[in-house]
């Protein structure tokens, strides 16, 4: 099985400025017959399921808003929250969907400081 | 606009069954695979299964193999997700989430089911 291991556990960040969060697989989800990254980050708040935000690693979801981006290849990927709103209070998710079973990161949650 | 329904919360004792539905609408059921997660308390994410909602096939988390059951109606656009041989450690929010299309992400999700295993 792919682990995913994310940092930090847990960050706080003041309103406006940037949140960075990483996620590290423990093999490669790049596939050179497509040149894809196989990795999708996911929002969730509390009591609710999760919600896409990117996938292929830096492919952004029709209506996130775009403070939001996705970075990385191979095994070591970032999403990042350029200017951190109220509303992005949430525990953020990646995940890797080229080989089963599809497998999470612990998560990371995001406060404001 | 894409729904997906779970069926409601569900408490049970240990070793006993539990079936979630999950009902699709808003885009073609057959044409998507079905997958269910599941998340127990202060826990990641888990992935437990899909059931490809078109032919019918099944792959399942060697975690749950012999377990794990899904299946669907497509006349009712509705998956299922049935979980025998309930432990304690299997209280948790089961979720089903649909895969946009061959091996790729999960673009939508059901609203989450509570499932409580307590004697």
């Known amino acids: 099985d792919i682990v995913m291991t994310q940092s930090p556990d847990s960050l706080a960040v003041s309103l406006g400025e940037r949140a960075t969060i990483n996620c590290r697989s423990s093999?490669?989800?790049?596939?050179?017959?497509?040149?894809?990254?196989?990795l999708a980050w996911y929002q969730q708040k509390p009591g609710q399921p999760p919600k896409l935000l990117i996938y292929?690693?830096?492919t952004r979801e029709s209506g996130v808003p775009d403070r939001f981006s996705g970075s990385g290849s191979g095994t070591d990927f970032t999403l990042t929250i350029s200017s951190l709103q109220a509303e992005d209070v949430a525990v953020y998710y990646c995940?890797?969907?080229?080989?089963?079973?599809?497998?999470f990161g612990q998560g990371t949650k995001v406060e404001i400081k | 606009q894409v729904h997906l329904v779970q069926s409601g919360a569900e408490v049970k004792e240990p070793g006993a069954s539990v079936k979630v539905s999950c009902k699709a609408s808003?885009?073609?059921?057959?044409?998507?695979?079905i997958h269910w997660v599941r998340q127990a308390p202060g826990q990641r994410l888990e992935w437990m299964g899909w059931i490809n909602a078109g032919n019918g096939n099944t792959k399942y988390s060697q975690k749950f193999q012999g377990r794990v059951t899904t299946t669907r109606d497509t006349s009712a656009s509705t998956a299922y997700m049935e979980l025998s041989s309930l432990r304690s450690e299997d209280t948790a929010v089961y979720y089903c989430a649909r895969e946009q299309a061959a091996v790729t992400h999960f673009d939508s999700w059901g609203q989450g089911t509570l499932v409580t295993v307590s004697s």
């Open positions: 808003g885009y073609t059921f057959t044409n998507y695979v």
């Open positions: 292929w690693a830096s």
């Open positions: 995940q890797q969907y080229c080989s089963t079973p599809r497998t």
């Open positions: 093999q490669s989800v790049f596939y050179r017959s497509n040149n894809k990254n196989y």
